[in-house]
C-alpha cells in the first residue's frame, strides 16, 4: 500500500496536534537540574515537569545528561 502524500502530511499535522507544546534540548537542559533535585526528594518530577519528562523519554542525548546528573547529585547527597 502506497501512502500518498497529502494522507502523510495530515497525519504529521495529527501528531503536531497532540504535542503541542513539546520543549526542546535547551529548555530540557535549562530544567534538568531541579528536575533531578525534585526525583532525589521524591516529589514527582514528572508530573511538576511533564514537558520536561516527555523530552526525556524521546531524547536520548538528554537522557543521558539527566542521568548523569541524577548520579552526580546522589552521591552529593550521600557524602
Ligand atoms: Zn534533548
Known sequence: MKL???????????IKMTHPDEIGCDECF????DFAEMELA???????????QDHL???GDCREEYEALLEALRELHIL
Open 57 to 59: 523519554n524521546k531524547c
Open 4 to 14: 500518498s502524500k497529502k494522507f502523510l502530511i495530515s497525519l504529521v499535522r495529527a
Open 30 to 33: 535549562e530544567k534538568l537540574h
Open 42 to 52: 521524591n516529589k514527582y518530577p514528572d508530573q511538576a515537569m511533564p514537558l520536561v
